[in-house]
């Protein structure tokens, strides 16, 4: 008799979690391209690495998952964290010079990416329909970029950023089965800092006071928000999760507006429902070919 009422509040609580951990990002991603104005991407990167590790192993306390130092498949994490780090940067450089919504918008593209490599990746199989969504997706990709000025050394970052986010999701799936969200996310975070750490002796200028302070809030609200989407696949099912994802999209836009006055203009907004669309309709095929029969 308390089985739906029970599964209506689970349902709720997963939604208003990735809402909350969209607007997260979404002010992630603003403090970033903020902060790159003045300051050099892999010096912001390697800060907010090194203050979300602090925020991390704090969030273990209220999380409950503890950090594990030994792994099982070291090899394959290694790679996850090498690819995640180059797809941050790849993602940061490019919205350095795109506008915020757009940016954002080009990036959850990786659905479409992630749905052709999981071919090769993770063995299966890709129906008509999804690659009739891949193609929808892509259509709108190009749109965003405006079929008349083509694609621009951001756009191409961006999607390159896409792919790479794409391949990290498909390698959690498969580290997932043993290793938890915590010591995934401290690896890379750990591995951020240590990779950039090198290049900080070229490039490293002062930072003010006023600059420290919006890179802590940066790394504070990076980790809430990975846990926020992470948690809600937990709670409910990722056919009606997924969607919410793209909240950070209208967060993102209205950050854009007040921060930067930028307005999509009618080809980025056509661009991103079909980027929507479509990938909303290929976690959805997912999630039914997962079911149980």
Same mark, same amino acid.
């Given at each position: 008799?308390?089985?739906?009422?029970?599964?209506?509040?689970?349902?709720?609580?997963?939604?208003?979690?990735?809402?909350?951990?969209?607007?997260?990002?979404?002010?992630?991603?603003?403090?970033?391209?903020?902060?790159?104005?003045?300051?050099? @991407?892999?010096?912001?990167?390697? #800060?907010?690495?090194?203050? $979300? =590790?602090?925020? !991390? /192993?704090?969030?273990? *306390? +209220?999380? &409950?998952?503890?950090?594990?130092?030994? @792994?099982?498949?070291?090899?394959? #994490?290694?790679?996850?964290? $090498? =690819?995640?780090? !180059? /797809?941050?940067?790849? *993602? +940061?450089? &490019?919205?350095?010079?795109?506008?915020?919504?757009?940016?954002?918008?080009?990036?959850?593209?990786?659905?479409?990416?992630?749905?052709?490599?999981?071919?090769?990746?993770?063995?299966?199989?890709?129906?008509?329909?999804?690659?009739?969504?891949?193609?929808?997706?892509?259509?709108?990709?190009?749109?965003?970029?405006?079929?008349?000025?083509?694609?621009?050394?951001?756009?191409?970052?961006?999607?390159?950023?896409?792919?790479?986010?794409?391949?990290?999701?498909?390698?959690?799936?498969?580290?997932?089965?043993?290793?938890?969200?915590?010591?995934?996310?401290?690896?890379?975070?750990?591995?951020?800092?240590?990779?950039?750490?090198?290049?900080?002796?070229?490039?490293?200028?002062?930072?003010?006071?006023?600059?420290?302070?919006?890179?802590?809030?940066?790394?504070?609200?990076?980790?809430?928000?990975?846990?926020?989407?992470?948690?809600?696949?937990?709670?409910?099912?990722?056919?009606?999760?997924?969607?919410?994802?793209?909240?950070?999209?209208?967060?993102?836009?209205?950050?854009?507006?007040?921060?930067?006055?930028?307005?999509?203009?009618?080809?980025?907004?056509?661009?991103?429902?079909?980027?929507?669309?479509?990938?909303?309709?290929?976690?959805?095929?997912?999630?039914?070919?997962?079911?149980?029969?």
């Amino acid at each position: 008799m308390t089985t739906k009422p029970i599964r209506a509040d689970r349902a709720s609580l997963g939604i208003s979690i990735t809402v909350i951990g969209g607007l997260c990002f979404a002010i992630q991603d603003a403090g970033i391209k903020w902060l790159t104005a003045e300051i050099a @991407v892999l010096q912001v990167l390697f #800060l907010r690495s090194l203050f $979300g =590790i602090v925020f !991390l /192993s704090a969030s273990t *306390f +209220f999380t &409950g998952e503890r950090i594990s130092l030994q @792994v099982d498949r070291p090899w394959l #994490l290694a790679t996850r964290t $090498g =690819i995640n780090i !180059l /797809s941050w940067v790849l *993602f +940061f450089y &490019g919205l350095k010079y795109l506008p915020l919504a757009t940016a954002v918008a080009l990036f959850f593209s990786f659905p479409l990416f992630l749905a052709i490599i999981s071919v090769p990746l993770l063995g299966e199989t890709v129906g008509i329909r999804r690659i009739l969504a891949i193609i929808v997706g892509f259509i709108g990709v190009l749109l965003i970029t405006n079929p008349a000025a083509g694609f621009s050394i951001p756009v191409l970052l961006m999607l390159g950023a896409a792919l790479g986010w794409a391949i990290v999701a498909g390698l959690t799936r498969i580290l997932g089965e043993k290793e938890n969200t915590s010591t995934m996310l401290f690896y890379t975070l750990a591995g951020f800092v240590i990779v950039l750490l090198v290049p900080q002796y070229w490039i490293w200028s002062a930072v003010e006071l006023n600059d420290y302070l919006l890179i802590t809030g940066v790394a504070f609200f990076g980790v809430i928000a990975q846990f926020a989407v992470t948690k809600a696949y937990t709670i409910a099912s990722p056919s009606l999760i997924a969607p919410f994802e793209y909240t950070a999209l209208i967060w993102s836009a209205g950050l854009g507006y007040l921060v930067w006055n930028d307005i999509p203009d009618a080809y980025a907004i056509s661009g991103a429902v079909l980027i929507i669309g479509s990938g909303v309709y290929i976690i959805h095929r997912e999630t039914l070919q997962q079911a149980p029969d």
